[in-house]
């Protein structure tokens, strides 16, 4: 079992910026794609960001430029960057991971949500 633990959501001017982290912890033999995931009120769930083990990273057209997902494998955490907010940022921000079991199966989690409020 993995958990995922996330930090650093809050309520933010618009063009400021925070750092989200999710930090993971629990019985798994790697950790592979993690990503950022959003979810406003009222529509679909949607992916922001993603950085595979290797750091190869992709992000949604809406948020290039602003937001940067890094990761620290040592620490077995992934960050989110996100500068220059703006009021359509406003939702609540879903760590997701890919995880290999020790027995090698593949499982994926969710963390619990941080709630990202911009105002204008």
């Known amino acids: 079992q993995v958990q995922l633990v996330e930090s650093g959501g809050g309520l933010v001017q618009a063009g400021g910026s925070l750092r989200l982290s999710c930090a993971a912890s629990?019985?798994?033999?790697?950790?592979?794609?993690m990503d950022w995931y959003r979810q406003a009120p009222g529509k679909q769930r949607e992916l922001v960001a993603l950085?595979?083990?290797?750091?190869?990273?992709n992000s949604a057209d809406s948020v290039k430029g602003r937001f940067t997902i890094s990761r620290d494998n040592a620490k077995n955490t992934v960050y989110l960057q996100m500068n220059n907010l703006e009021p359509v940022d406003t939702a609540v921000y879903y760590c997701?991971?890919?995880?290999?079991?020790?027995?090698?199966?593949?499982?994926?989690?969710w963390g619990q949500g941080t709630q990202v409020t911009v105002s204008s």
């Open positions: 997701h991971a890919q995880v290999t079991a020790p027995s090698r199966r593949k499982y994926a989690y």
């Open positions: 629990g019985s798994f033999f790697s950790i592979d794609a």
């Open positions: 950085i595979t083990a290797a750091g190869s990273t």
